[in-house]
């Protein structure tokens, strides 16, 4: 009891840390802790370890909605979720979008609790046919987010373009090297095309100061429920099926037939995409001890110790949801101070900020890759299309990969 404390007090203070701060994730933590193991296990035991790599990764998907709003810069997770977040902090709502975010993710674990005891038991008699037809899906997904969007022939060719940014990247991944080792590609991949072209808009247009107000959540509870259940169904799909995320599934959420849903209903996509990234966290759990496939590096690196009782880690991730969603509403009011700051000088501090972030992590080739994810990333806004379609970078490596047309 004592070590499921402990460890998972530590990790919602990690969490919170990687929330908070744009560019650092819960895989930072993980590599420092794999490599500081013999210590750490000294203090926390091997089973305090691995509760605390765990609640920092659940943590993790609460807090990031509060720099993905307030300041626009994504990580994996939420690159798609920038957009509407900001078109509700623009008119005055960010608290609101981050209490939406929130409560979300909430309602995400809530959820996916009894979706955990199925994939426990029943999906890994199919796991061979699930991984047969991963490409398949990713292809159909794919087709119907470029078929329906309002400029097909555009849409077609961000993401034809995005995924071969993407293919270059995962391929000559090697050449990543940081001050700490082994380099990381999706930091400077996801930070420019989603993350710099909003921060240089910022730099380049007119000082705005947008007065925050909270007059509470503009969601009947119908739309909180339907939305957070399909947030949760698409986080359980990437949860299982290999090479998917929780990018992924927000660029399946983002679908609609009559047109681009996460401008059309922000609050509705929050909702939603915040239920699938702490649905796919939680239920990546059960994806560890099922069929031992390690779904982020928190469960890499947790997979490296004996591996306490199922439950311990669920009890684990059930108190750090807690924490995390209070924090999340605390943190929310400080939309309040950020209408105050200078916005450009805000903007230019977080771009040099992940300048400097990605040449110790990521080395020279990170930021090759940073400026070239830039170049791209500026497209949407030039054309008028949906940044959604930039997820190609995941999308076509993953599907490629599937298919067995790819090795990284």
Known sequence: MLSLLLGTLAGVILG?????????????????????????????????????LISCMVVHTFLDAVPSTFI?????????SVLPAHQLYLSGNGEEAVRLSALGSLFGFVYALPIFAAFYFILPLFQTEIDWAVGLVILTAAGLLIVYSKTPAWAFMLFLVSGILGVFSMRFSYFSFGVFGAGEVLLPLLTGLFGIPVLLHALNAAPQTVEQKFSGL??????????TIKGTVAGAVVGWLP?????????????????????????????????????NAVLGIAALYAVGRMRSGALAAAAEFPLPNIFMLLAAAGIAAVFAYILTV????????????????????????????????????GLMLLVLASAVGIIPAKLGIPRLYCMG?????VMLFSLGLLQF
């Open 16 to 52: 919170t840390l990687s929330g908070l701060v744009p560019g650092l994730h819960t895989n930072t933590f993980a590599g420092v802790i794999s490599a500081a193991a013999v210590p750490l296990s000294l203090v926390f035991g091997a089973e305090g370890i691995c509760c605390l």
């Open 72 to 80: 626009g810069v994504p990580d994996a997770d939420t690159v798609l």
């Open 218 to 227: 503009f969601v009947s509870k119908m739309e909180t429920v339907t939305n």
């Open 243 to 279: 090479g998917f995320s929780s990018g992924t599934a927000n660029a399946l959420l983002a679908f609609h037939k009559s047109g681009d849903y996460e401008s059309k209903n922000p609050r509705g996509y929050l909702l939603a995409t915040s239920a699938a990234n702490t649905a």
């Open 330 to 365: 605390l943190f929310s009011k400080t939309g309040k101070y950020m209408a105050k700051v200078n916005q450009k000088m805000l903007s230019a501090s977080v771009l040099g900020f992940l300048i400097i972030l990605t040449a110790v992590f990521s080395g020279p080739f």
């Open 393 to 397: 970078a995941i999308m076509i490596p």
